[in-house]
Every structure is written in structure tokens, then in C-alpha cells.
């Protein structure tokens, strides 16, 4: 049976073997997907003991998603944008490739909830490496501006400076005053249940606040930006499982239905 793993540390918490099994069962293919924690200082040793035992590809999670970018033999123009892999898979010829499909995960899971980013004027909070891999897949959907605000303004400096005009850098106070269709949460700040320290203002004529991370209930960014004025407040949940069905057409070659899967991972938090 064909072998795959996501890789990470930690990664007991992970929901990628749910899902790639889920998407294996619905796809008719015959495959296992396990979590793997590698230690720190080891993640190409126990990449390679996953070869050597004839593991077909993975999923890489933090910390590690730069290492697997030098890792592979080769990598993909969204995966060079955002300077990390998140997938590994093998050529014909057994060369090791390295792609990153959180981008292009964040704009399916947008389309899948109507959001038009055709001209789309988006606020994009943080410069972390989760804002970093999703700019690129933002512009090539057709956004016509991102404003990327940062605590840390030079932070957003340095992610904006790979990009075109297209892309404006600023701190929080700095925020251009303009409407701003889609605000999305891409800071770490959930994971101490804080939210990114922006005036509410910018949420005011907002239609969809997007925060990629998630929990069991309403995130602090969730819950704030209703309170501002936005329309509809979604979390990362539908992200997460649109960035592992284009990893699973990657290895597979088959498109898989988020929504199943996606209803049976809210049910689970729920529990
Ligand atoms: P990731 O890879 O998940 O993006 P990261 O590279 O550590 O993680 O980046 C974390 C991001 O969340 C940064 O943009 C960080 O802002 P700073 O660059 O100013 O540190 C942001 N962040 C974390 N906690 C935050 C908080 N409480 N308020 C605002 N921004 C926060």
C-alpha cells in the first residue's frame, strides 16, 4: 500500500491523517497516511528513514517547512514565493519535488464561500510565514490590492518587497483608511487567545473576516470582528482541508470534496 505522513513537531494534534483517509476512502485509493514527529534537530534523518521504509510522499508541517524547501531537488514558483514546502513528492526519475499548496488551500476555500477576489481589496494581518504563502496565490486569483499590516512593520516590509505595487506594507496604526471587502487574520495571536491589535474601523464595511487559525469556538478575531461590523466571520478549518486536497491531487490525481470532510471535522471539534 502506498505510504504517506504529515511530518511535524508537534504533531499529535494533527488532522491531516483524518483527512487524507477520509479523501482515500472517497476516492477509491488504496493509501495510508500516518503523523510523524521528527524530532527538531533531525527532520531530514526521519524524512529519509520514511524513504528508505517506502514512504511515496508527505505533508510538512511547522517547524519545518523551510527545511523541506532545502531538502527538495526541486521546487515550485508558489513554493519559491512562499519560501516553505508543505508537500513532497517524487518524479518518474525519483527526484524529490517540493510544493506548497497553502496559497492556492486559502483562495479555494474563499471561492468555496462566494467570495469574488476578482478585484478583491484585501487586509492581510501578520507576516509570519503563514501571510507569506498565501500573497502570491491572493495576486494570481486577481486581488487588486493587499495591504499587509504587521506589529512588526519591517516584517512586512521584507514580504512585500518580493512582490509588485500591488502589494503595501504597514504597522497597524499605518492602516491606509478604505474599505476592505475581506480582512484575514494570518497572525499567530489566537494561540493566546488575543487578536491582532488593529482599529475596529477597518472591519466596518468588511464582508467576510477570515481568521486561518481555529479552535472549538469563535476565535478572539472572530468574535471582535463581528462586533466591528463584519458580515460573516469563517475560521481556518476550511483552509486546513483545501490545502490537503490539492496535496492529495498532487500524489493522486484526483480532486477530492472538501465539504464532506469538512462537516465531519466540525462535528469532531464540537465533541
Ligand atoms: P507563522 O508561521 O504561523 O506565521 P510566525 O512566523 O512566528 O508564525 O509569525 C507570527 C505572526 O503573528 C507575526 O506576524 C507576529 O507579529 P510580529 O512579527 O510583530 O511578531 C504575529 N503575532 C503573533 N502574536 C500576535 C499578537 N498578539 N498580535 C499581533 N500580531 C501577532
Known amino acids: 500500500m502506498d ?13 491531516s491523517p483524518f483527512i487524507h483517509t477520509q479523501f482515500a476512502e472517497q ?8 503523523a510523524i514527529l521528527a524530532p527538531v534537530d533531525a527532520f531530514a534523518d526521519s524524512w529519509q528513514t520514511f524513504v528508505a521504509q517506502g514512504g511515496c510522499g508527505a505533508n510538512v508541517t511547522a517547524p519545518f517547512k523551510q527545511q523541506a524547501y532545502q531538502l527538495a531537488d526541486s521546487v515550485s514558483e508558489r513554493a519559491k514565493l512562499a519560501g516553505a514546502v508543505n508537500t513532497f513528492y517524487f518524479d518518474e526519475s525519483g527526484k524529490l519535488h517540493g510544493d506548497n499548496t497553502d496559497g492556492i488551500g486559502l483562495v479555494n476555500d474563499l471561492q468555496r464561500l462566494g467570495i469574488n477576489l476578482n478585484a478583491c481589496r484585501i ?3 501578520g ?6 504563502g498565501v500573497v502570491g ?14 506589529r512588526t512593520p519591517e516584517k ?14 504597514c504597522g497597524f496604526a499605518q492602516i491606509p483608511h478604505q474599505p476592505y471587502p475581506l480582512v484575514i487574520n494570518a497572525t499567530s495571536s489566537g494561540l493566546s487567545h488575543q487578536r ?12 467576510l473576516a477570515y481568521d486561518m487559525s481555529y479552535a472549538a469556538q469563535p476565535t478572539a478575531f472572530m468574535s471582535w470582528s463581528k462586533q466591528q461590523g463584519a458580515k460573516q466571520q469563517v475560521d481556518g478549518l476550511g483552509m486546513l482541508v483545501a490545502q490537503a486536497a ?14 464532506p470532510v469538512l462537516t465531519r471535522l466540525k462535528q469532531q471539534l464540537a465533541i
Open 156 to 169: 512586512a516590509h521584507s514580504i512585500a518587497a518580493s512582490f509588485d505595487s500591488r502589494v503595501l506594507a
Open 127 to 132: 507576516a509570519g510565514g503563514a501571510s507569506r
Open 196 to 207: 491582532p491589535d488593529i482599529a475596529g474601523e477597518h472591519l466596518q464595511h468588511t464582508e
Open 246 to 259: 490539492e496535496a492529495f491531487y498532487i500524489w493522486r490525481g484526483k480532486k477530492p470534496d472538501i465539504a
Open 123 to 125: 487586509l492581510l494581518l
Open 3 to 15: 505510504r504517506y505522513a504529515v511530518f511535524g513537531n508537534p504533531i499529535g494534534q494533527s488532522k
Open 137 to 150: 496565490p491572493l495576486l494570481d486569483a486577481g486581488v487588486s490590492q493587499v495591504v499587509l499590516a504587521n
Open 27 to 34: 476516492c477509491q485509493q488504496q493509501l495510508s497516511y500516518e
